[in-house]
């Protein structure tokens, strides 16, 4: 960078070019081209007109230089009046791709655990009401295996009635279903259909809780107490086994209230292939998720394929035997 001299008060001042003007404004009359001291009319001596023409040429020549100055890699955060550094049309089409294409990779998965974590919340919460409302119930009528000596289909009105004083029901359907069930698709975990009559049957007794949690309720011959059906999230969807409907049974254990997940041909077998993602054979994928979730408190059966051993050790305090009424063998 050149740099600006001038004389002022007989002493030699260097200042920035951009200042070069200033400094001669205070020290030259430029109308008359002579040097002058401010506040005196005392004359210096100069080298006349031209002195100062060459003089104010060399200063615009610095200050056109400053002006002209782009950034280098010495001088790359310097100021400049002129330039400054900005991301190019390129440069920025080039970032929002990336930042799309991570988000197309990351988006799916962050949704999936979501929606995995409200399904896996909504359930923990319906368990809790239901076995609230059964504690409160056994206390006044005992276990639910002898709720209803008749043990057939007319158990479902009166399991209703003993359970419902100790639940929020906002809707009663009854045996009935009302059309908006029919117009449901219900799948099982490995995506078939399971077809609207086998969900929510007209053999149980069906109602609203007043969170949206549809159930119904009704009696179970192979194991002599009551069944129900929960969509625990009502009709929002997806309406899938093992992750929005699930089967639960008013069971005991020692004498004791206890829900436990639903298992019907495959008790005592310990099956994992009816809480699995993948296309069975059988009936209903899904139908045993309950019991995996009551044990271990997780949805694991969504990303991988359970092991017999795995699932025998986690729900073996769960299940019961064929024609037994309680958890206890």
Request: aromatic share 12%; proline share 3%.
């Amino acid at each position: 960078m050149q740099r600006c001299e001038a004389v002022i008060n007989n002493k030699l001042a260097i200042c920035h070019p951009e200042l070069c003007l200033t400094a001669f404004a205070e020290i030259y009359d430029f109308e008359q081209n002579v040097p002058m001291r401010a506040g005196s009319q005392e004359k210096q001596q100069h080298g006349g007109q031209s002195g100062v023409q060459e003089i104010l040429k060399r200063v615009q020549d610095d200050i056109n230089i400053f002006l002209k100055r782009t950034y280098s890699h010495i001088n790359l955060f310097s100021y400049s009046p002129h330039k400054r550094a900005a991301f190019t049309l390129a440069e920025v089409l080039i970032t929002l791709g990336i930042i799309g294409v991570v988000a197309a990779m990351t988006l799916p998965v962050l949704i999936s655990k979501y929606q995995e974590r409200s399904w896996l919340t909504s359930f923990k919460r319906t368990y809790s009401v239901l076995y609230q409302a059964y504690l409160g119930a056994y206390q006044e009528n005992g276990i639910a295996s002898t709720w209803c000596p008749a043990k057939n289909s007319d158990c479902s009105k009166t399991y209703f009635d003993i359970l419902s004083p100790h639940l929020k029901v906002v809707e009663v359907w009854g045996f009935d279903r009302p059309d908006i069930l029919y117009k449901i698709s219900y799948h099982d975990l490995d995506g078939r259909d399971i077809g609207s009559n086998n969900i929510f049957p007209t053999t149980h007794y069906k109602f609203v809780l007043n969170d949206g949690t549809i159930i119904g309720i009704g009696y179970d011959g192979e194991l002599n107490m009551p069944l129900l059906q929960v969509d625990t999230n009502g009709l929002k969807g997806p309406n899938q086994l093992g992750k929005d409907i699930f089967y639960f049974t008013l069971n005991s254990k020692q004498n004791y209230p206890v829900i436990s997940g639903f298992a019907k041909w495959w008790i005592g077998a310990g099956s994992s292939t009816y809480c699995s993602t993948q296309r069975q054979s059988g009936w209903w994928s899904g139908g045993g998720c309950s019991l995996w979730i009551i044990a271990t408190g997780n949805m694991d059966y969504l990303h991988r394929n359970l092991t017999s051993d795995e699932w025998n050790k986690a729900i073996q305090n769960l299940l019961v035997d064929l024609n037994k009424d309680s958890l206890d063998k």
